[in-house]
């Protein structure tokens, strides 16, 4: 087993500390190996996305569906021309007021510009810009597009801290790079161009509907439900097809319209189980975390900031694994703004198990 190093930054740090911090770990990933590295949604894991043998390690490590492509990070937007074909202008008026920021771009890649493990045999490439100091100057100082999904078990709910990517990948990989915890807690929102006005959202994300809408007055955003399933059909972007985000505890969503009604129904829940003998949690918010008699449970923020909540979901679910939790249930919320995000990231850490009452 190799041993992972750890190299701790601060983001408040100026360009000349972070590239003397970062230098070894820009130089492990030029040469091939895998880096871990925080962004300001979670930690990606990043390998060249030039180099198969490089990306290959990637899957490895995760145990991650090779039918499952890679978004590619850049630093600066002249990378673009090095990656993909002419694109809409529509696209182009996005980057400029969305990047950096939590937001992938499904364009036409140019041949041979990446690895094929990146697209998983498509004709487009995700790409990115994230908007974080210590990633940017990671990818900038390595000299290399670099392609980095989140830095975890393939499954499992997605990192936003150092720690919980070395309870997955401690061993795997060369490095990670400590930035602290990471800001917005939910991946990147995903999207691709249907046509010359219209934005499809593959995976909602960390960019909301409503500031897509925004940035674009004109263009019509073609939106799916949270909790919608995904087709049979490959992929077109992370996040699409498999069951992810999942702790190890069997996750039911209950939906109400009547959070009284919600609560009741969970309680009931856990009082069938009592005589199982298993560990049971709830997903609550802080409005209710009095409401519920369970061994674990947590609230992850006020359901009138959906933020809080985006942000803790991931480590609340770790934190029901680290307290051996076997049944679980989480409330829902609405789909407005970042709900969209968060009830899709639940509906599949639930394999898309809900009950309405």
Known sequence: ????????????????????????????????????????????????????KAVEGIFQAKGRPSDNPLIVHIAEERQLEELVLPYPELARRLMKQLWPGPLTIVLPVRPDAVSPLVTAGLS????????????LALIRQSGCPVAAP???????????????????LDGKISGVVDGGATGVGLESTVIELSDSDTIRILRPGGITAEQLQAAVPEARIDAPSGTKADTAEAPRSPGMKYTHYA????????????????VRYIQEQIDRAAPLNVRTGVLTFDERTDAYHADVVLASGSERHLEQAAHSLYAALRQFDAEGVQLIWAEGCSEEGIG????NRLAKAAGHQSVRV
């Open 1 to 52: 087993m190799r041993t992972t190093k750890v190299w701790r930054v601060a983001a408040e740090a100026g360009a000349d500390v972070l590239a003397g911090q970062l230098a070894e770990a820009a130089a492990l990933l030029h040469e091939g190996e895998l880096v871990a590295f925080p962004t300001e949604t979670v930690y990606g894991l990043g390998a060249d996305a030039r180099n198969t």
């Open 124 to 135: 487009t490439v995700g790409v990115r810009m994230p908007d974080h100091p210590a990633a």
């Open 150 to 168: 989140s830095a975890n078990r393939s499954g499992r709910p997605s990192p936003t801290l150092a720690g919980h990517v070395l309870e997955d």
């Open 247 to 262: 702790p190890k505890g069997d996750l039911t969503i209950v939906q109400g319209d009547d959070p009284e009604a919600v």
């Open 340 to 343: 969209l995000a968060l009830m």
